[in-house]
């Protein structure tokens, strides 16, 4: 039966689990426990302190009712963050250590190079998740808090988290094919239960991917950009001189404080007392942090500076 729709807060949360089983693990992840009788999603939403407009977007999103998502400033990037954070541990603490588990009791290791060499690859592959999720803890998490409490970040941009965003899912589907092509054909129940965990969670990433490109990093954008337009922040930050522009843009470029002194025909203690100055002012520390607040401010051009990459 089809049952895909736009569902609304008007809807019963029960009718829509019961429709939707994955709706369980988007509960979970939303901290929304069972046992909410005949409620309504709004309802049930409310008493959990969930933002209803998030959650349905979410729900509407991963279960393709080919509807349009809401307004992205309906969303609420704090729910999102959350949303997310379960999601890091469910994969880290639950999912994919269960996989290797089975992985353990289907293969033999000390019987087949195959199965060792299996175990390996799906251990690098773990590595790898772990890594990309505690980027994600580490730096763009912290950089979407300080935003909600309207103290933004010159030094970091979510554009950096956009070129960066790895798709965890796509390995996963590459030992999907390596089990199935290449295991011995002795494979077990074992074996096959396994592999349809690995399935199941490679469509789980790949949702878990769909949730921030498609509602987490515009919504981040959106918000940086009322952030940073709003009448605290820009009194916050104070004016930069002239030179400190020509500072900073010197600094874009790659050039030693030295060499900054001679192409501005100022002493190199000047350029130091500027640098400590801009650092003060913008609250930046790093070149890379400089190299951002110069694009966005549209101090040099993006071709500038992959000209002076090329030439390093």
Not at 269 to 276: A, F, G
Request: glycine share 2%; aromatic share 8%; hydrophobic share 40%.
């Amino acid at each position: 039966m089809h049952y895909l729709t736009h569902y609304t807060s008007e809807y019963r949360m029960s009718e829509l689990v019961t429709q939707h089983y994955a709706v369980l693990q988007i509960m979970s992840r939303f901290d929304i426990p069972l046992g909410f009788g005949d409620k309504t999603i709004g309802e049930v939403c409310a008493d959990h302190q969930v933002d209803a407009a998030t959650f349905l977007a979410v729900v509407n999103l991963l279960l393709d009712g080919g509807v349009k998502a809401p307004a992205i400033e309906q969303l609420s990037v704090a729910t999102l963050t959350q949303y997310l954070k379960n999601s890091h541990r469910y994969f880290l603490d639950f999912r994919l250590p269960s996989i290797r588990r089975k992985l353990i009791e289907a293969v033999d290791c000390s019987l087949s190079d195959v199965s060792f060499a299996i175990m390996r690859y799906y251990d690098e592959y773990v590595a790898e998740v772990q890594k990309h999720m505690a980027y994600e803890e580490q730096t763009v998490f912290p950089y979407v808090e300080s935003l909600l409490e309207h103290r933004p970040q010159n030094d970091y941009s979510i554009a950096i988290f956009r070129s960066l965003h790895d798709k965890v899912a796509e390995h996963l589907r590459e030992l999907k094919q390596i089990i199935i092509k290449y295991y011995p054909a002795n494979s077990s129940d074992e074996l096959n239960d396994a592999l349809f965990d690995i399935f199941t969670c490679e469509q789980e990433l790949t949702s878990h991917n769909r949730v921030e490109d498609e509602l987490y990093v515009p919504a981040i954008e959106e918000l940086a950009a009322r952030v940073e337009q709003s009448p605290k922040a820009q009194g916050e930050q104070e004016t930069l001189s002239a030179r400190e522009k020509e500072i900073i843009v010197c600094v874009v470029k790659g050039l030693t404080n030295k060499e900054i002194a001679d192409e501005l025909c100022i002493s190199t203690h000047t350029v130091i007392t500027h640098r400590r100055n801009i650092a003060s002012k913008l609250q930046i520390h790093s070149a890379a942090g400089l190299t951002i607040y110069a694009i966005v401010n549209k101090l040099v051009e993006l071709s500038e500076i992959k000209e002076t990459i090329s030439r390093e």
